[in-house]
């Protein structure tokens, strides 16, 4: 039978002798304590939840894992359900239980790809995803673009934050930049027509010339004035390049004018011209 506060229940019955006898029983209704549980409703994976239970009765709490303190802070891996009920320190009568779902957003990953290994005066194009582009900003201020591209000098580290459903991720790519060589080339860069001249490249590991042969010197035949080019490869394979102009002088044009036939003992007067020269 329902109860209620103050109700009084009545029995009736009788002797052998037939004579009636009466009871009657008063019964006091307890109230049900009451609980409110309030507190964080979402949260990214790895944050901390807060959840405060409350009650206005004078009342000690029971969770479901059998925490008995008001208020809880905690770190759930997943999704968790958190049940309370508190029992009146009085009456021991225990509330209806209270429920508090705290959702757990995974943690986005933010894949950052771009040339990690690069030569001196190379660029580096580094493009971010996993996370909205209007979140992300990048280590030198940059926001709201997934792709950069920047022209390091040295070894660098760089990095991008960016959030996704309201939860924050971090990347970073470090860069190695390998240096570039110098070189210079040696040798008679002025010749005549049908010599040689050897030429010399230093300053690299290994070398490459416009004409196809490899080494550090070359002997060359040039025909008429030309032009050079050399590479210079480091063990990395960063390279540089410069050119030698070769220029080829044209042979003098000599011309002899004088006396053709003279006496024995006597002299003759013969001069040479350059026709090359003025």
């Known amino acids: ?38 507190g964080t409703r979402e949260v990214c994976h790895g944050e901390e939840a807060t959840i405060e239970a409350q009650s206005t009765d004078d009342v000690h709490y029971v969770w479901n894992d059998n925490y008995d303190q008001p208020n809880r802070q905690e770190l759930p891996d997943s999704t968790t ?61 940059t926001t709201g673009s997934n792709t950069i591209t920047r022209k390091p000098t040295q070894d660098t580290t760089y990095w991008v934050d960016g959030e996704s459903n309201g939860c924050p991720a971090h990347a970073e790519i470090s860069v190695k930049v390998w240096p570039t060589p ?11 027509p049908g010599d ?43 390279f540089t390049s410069t050119t030698v102009p070769i220029t080829v002088n044209p042979r003098p044009l000599l011309y002899t004018e004088g006396e053709h036939q003279a006496c024995l003992g006597s002299s003759v007067n013969i001069v040479a011209t350059d026709a090359n020269l003025s």
């Open 1 to 38: 039978r329902p109860l209620y506060d103050g109700m009084v229940y009545s029995v009736v019955g009788k002797y052998k002798n037939g004579c009636p006898l009466l009871k009657s029983v008063s019964v006091k209704v307890n109230p049900i304590p009451t609980v409110t549980l309030t």
């Open 81 to 141: 359900t958190y049940t309370v009920r508190v029992i009146d320190n009085q009456t021991q009568c225990v509330s209806l239980p209270k429920r508090h779902t705290v959702k757990v957003k995974p943690m986005p990953v933010i894949n950052l790809v771009g040339d990690s290994v690069l030569c001196e005066g190379m660029t580096t194009k580094l493009f971010a995803s996993g996370v909205s582009s209007s979140t992300i900003r990048w280590y030198d201020g």
């Open 182 to 192: 110098s070189i210079s080339v040696s040798g008679i860069t002025s010749v005549c």
């Open 196 to 238: 040689s001249t050897t030429l010399t490249v230093s300053g690299a590991d290994h070398y490459k010339w416009g004409n196809g042969e490899t080494g550090e010197s070359i002997v060359i035949h040039p025909t008429t004035s030309t032009t050079y080019m050399i590479y210079g490869y480091s063990e990395k394979d960063c």
